[in-house]
Nanobody
C-alpha cells in the first residue's frame, strides 16, 4: 500500500525559507508524477507545484512562481518543496500526492500524504 509522509513544516517569519520533504513507500516512485497541494483554514485545497516522472517538467501555481521550487530524488523516493520569501498567505497544511499523469487538480492524484503544517507569521 502506498504511503506518503511529509516533513519539514513549522513556524517561520515572513521572508524566511523552508524546505518540505515527502518520502514515498509502497509504490514505484519513479513511475509517478508528484505534486504539492495546500489547504488553508476555511479554504479549498489548491495546487502548489508538480513535477513529472522524469523531473523534466514542473508546474507551479501563479502565487508561488519564482518563490517555490519542486524537485525529486528518485534514489530516495523523495520529493521536495523549497519555499522562499514566505508570506502570511502561504500559511496552510501542505500535502504531497502521487499521480500517474501530472495535473493541477486533486482528481489527477491517486495517493496522498497526511500533510505538514506551515505557519508564516508577520
Amino acid at each position: 500500500q502506498a504511503h506518503l509522509v511529509e516533513s519539514g513544516g513549522g513556524l517561520v517569519q515572513a521572508g524566511d525559507s523552508l524546505k518540505l520533504s515527502c518520502v514515498a513507500s509502497g509504490l514505484t516512485f519513479a513511475r509517478f508524477s508528484m505534486g504539492w497541494f495546500r489547504q488553508a483554514p476555511g479554504k479549498e485545497r489548491e495546487f502548489v507545484a508538480g513535477v513529472t516522472q522524469t523531473g523534466t517538467i514542473t508546474k507551479y501555481a501563479e502565487s508561488v512562481k519564482g518563490r517555490f521550487s519542486i524537485s525529486r530524488d528518485d534514489a530516495k523516493n523523495t520529493v521536495y518543496l523549497q519555499m522562499s520569501s514566505l508570506r502570511a498567505e502561504d500559511t496552510a497544511v501542505y500535502s504531497c500526492a502521487a499521480a500517474g499523469l501530472l495535473g493541477i487538480t486533486p482528481d489527477f492524484f491517486d495517493y496522498w500524504g497526511q500533510g505538514t503544517k506551515v505557519t508564516v507569521s508577520t
